[in-house]
């Protein structure tokens, strides 16, 4: 296997399951980054590299970060601060790691956006995450099941205006210039119409679904009108192909509540309205007519989060929230096999990481035990 100074490119495990110009491609980029840290990472102004040892293990940490993105995601070879925020988030849910091993992943990341800043002309990494401080290691907050039901219910008015014909006409000028920002057109085109468009079902239906079933950003970035089985109002589902599972191995079908059924029946019908959807199946798109990633995910949680007068504020709080609340509290509430159907584990071990029993659940069981 290729090397730079004894070090290998990448592990066996990432080498199988990379086809031969996805091998060369990933081989020439992880080559530039070990040249470099090898000769300059340390301290780029006096070309002082690190060990060899040191980017050994760094190395081997990559090769398990770039498999969990392509799990996510599918294959890059190029890796976003995003990506870095959602695996520390990830890392942050288990319980199996030490502190010394989490603070050794989170060095090797800021090592390669630091490379990232002098060789690709790339942006400097303020990680939302930090495991230097063992303290830190674990996320402080998943939504409990008041912020779920507060959450869910901002996503009900989140950007909603007043009826056209319950304002004033002060309020109803006032309320015709917020929408004109909003909808990028002059006051003076601002009708009935934008005010329904303005209280539209699309942030009800992907907050929505999402609390039931813990979508994945990237499931959120795939997500098409076909997964959604609507039809039958007292049988709502979710059906992800094995073509568009994020592992492309399974084939997953999830309920969704009769609510949540109903939510998305609506922004069904209602996005055949905007043009932006005319040539795609796309299920969600942001204003700029792009599909949603991690960053604009996160920005979405936060304003629905403040809008729920959810705390935020020295919480780590991106997307996998969401998700692992799903787990946690079907795992307490139900059982294991619940929460692995729901979040779409092929394996129970990966289900068991998020069932964590407050204090009152052990003592619960203690008590049931005698």
């Known amino acids: 296997m290729d090397e730079v100074q004894g070090i290998p490119l990448m592990t066996k495990d990432t080498a199988g399951r990379l086809s031969e110009k996805q091998r060369v491609d990933y081989g020439e980029e992880i080559r530039s980054l070990l040249k470099w840290l090898l000769s300059a990472g340390k301290d780029p102004e006096r070309l002082k590299g690190y060990a060899q040892s040191t980017i050994y293990t760094s190395t081997n940490h990559i090769d398990v970060w770039a498999r969990w993105v392509w799990d996510e995601e599918g294959y890059t070879s190029t890796f976003t601060h995003d990506h870095a925020d959602d695996y520390l988030f990830h890392l942050g849910t288990q319980t199996d790691y030490s502190d010394y091993y989490l603070a050794s992943i989170f060095k090797t990341l800021k090592r390669y956006f630091k490379w990232q800043v002098h060789e690709r002309n790339g942006t400097e990494w303020d990680p939302q995450y930090s495991f230097n401080d063992p303290s830190s290691t674990k996320p402080q907050e998943y939504l409990s099941i008041e912020e779920r039901e507060r959450l869910r219910d901002a996503a009900l008015d989140y950007r909603g205006v007043p009826h056209y014909k319950s304002l004033t006409p002060e309020e109803r000028s006032r309320w015709k210039a917020h929408l004109a920002v909003r909808f990028e057109k002059s006051k003076s085109e601002i009708t009935p119409a934008d005010f329904e468009r303005a209280n539209g079902w699309k942030f009800t239906s992907l907050i929505w679904v999402s609390l039931d079933v813990g979508l994945r950003p990237v499931e959120v970035e795939r997500a098409k009108t076909s997964w959604f089985r609507v039809e039958d109002t007292e049988n709502p589902k979710v059906v992800i192909p094995a073509d568009d599972s994020t592992k492309n191995t399974e084939h997953w079908d999830v309920p969704l509540t009769r609510k949540t059924g109903e939510a998305v029946k609506r922004w069904i019908a209602e996005r055949d309205a905007y043009p932006k959807y005319d040539d795609t ?90």
């Open 281 to 370: 199946d796309t299920m969600w798109l942001t204003r700029e007519s792009n599909p949603y990633a991690s960053s604009s995910l996160r920005y979405l949680l936060i304003q629905l989060c403040e809008e729920a007068r959810i705390e935020v504020e020295d919480r780590r709080m991106s997307w996998y929230a969401i998700r692992h609340s799903v787990g946690t509290h079907l795992a307490q509430t139900k059982d294991l096999k619940h929460a692995q159907r729901v979040l779409r584990h092929k394996r129970t071990e990966t289900t068991m990481k998020y069932n964590h029993p407050d204090e009152n659940q052990i003592r619960d069981g203690q008590d049931k035990i005698g």
